[in-house]
């Protein structure tokens, strides 16, 4: 199993991201920095402002490369509060965009699988690659194409 597996219940539709045994650890961090974006996010948006602490550009830092943010693009986002809310808000967004585009996918492609239609299927996931640029979400749609060959 490669860590693009995607589990799938007939009756369910897909399920969270089926890994190999290692990275299961991986994407416990991913996961919990991309909570914490969110909630600070969310805080920083109602509060208008953020502590642009210690703790917060370590987490800026260490987020930017999973949500492909350049890190000269991040150093911009640290030097004051407004800078640091705008690229918290930057990130929150490419995660849940590519998630819901993901998901997207994921079932057209599934539809199109089960319908007997495999170029169909492998087009949605090379359509996601056109526009994809969260590296986890780019793996899990890439190795969803080189499932369907």
């Known amino acids: ?19 190999p045994l290692g990275n299961e650890a991986m994407v416990e961090d991913l996961e919990g920095d991309w909570h914490q974006l969110r909630v600070l996010d969310t805080r920083a948006q109602q509060e208008g402002s953020v502590v642009l ?23 911009a986002g640290l030097h004051t509060p407004e800078a640091a809310i705008a ?9 849940t965009e590519g998630s819901r585009r993901m998901s997207d996918a994921l079932h057209r492609m599934y539809r199109l699988r089960d319908q007997g239609d495999l170029d169909g299927a492998r087009q949605q996931m090379r359509d996601l690659l056109a526009v994809e640029v969260v590296p986890y979400y780019r793996e899990l749609a890439q190795g969803q194409l080189a ?3």
């Open 1 to 19: 199993m490669t860590a693009c597996d995607i589990a799938r219940d007939s009756t369910n539709g897909p399920s969270r991201p089926a890994l």
């Open 53 to 75: 602490d210690d703790a917060l550009r370590t987490l800026l830092r260490r987020a930017g490369p999973s949500v492909a943010i350049p890190p000269a693009e991040v150093e």
């Open 87 to 95: 690229l918290l808000h930057q990130m929150r967004q490419r995660v």
């Open 147 to 149: 499932d369907l060959d």
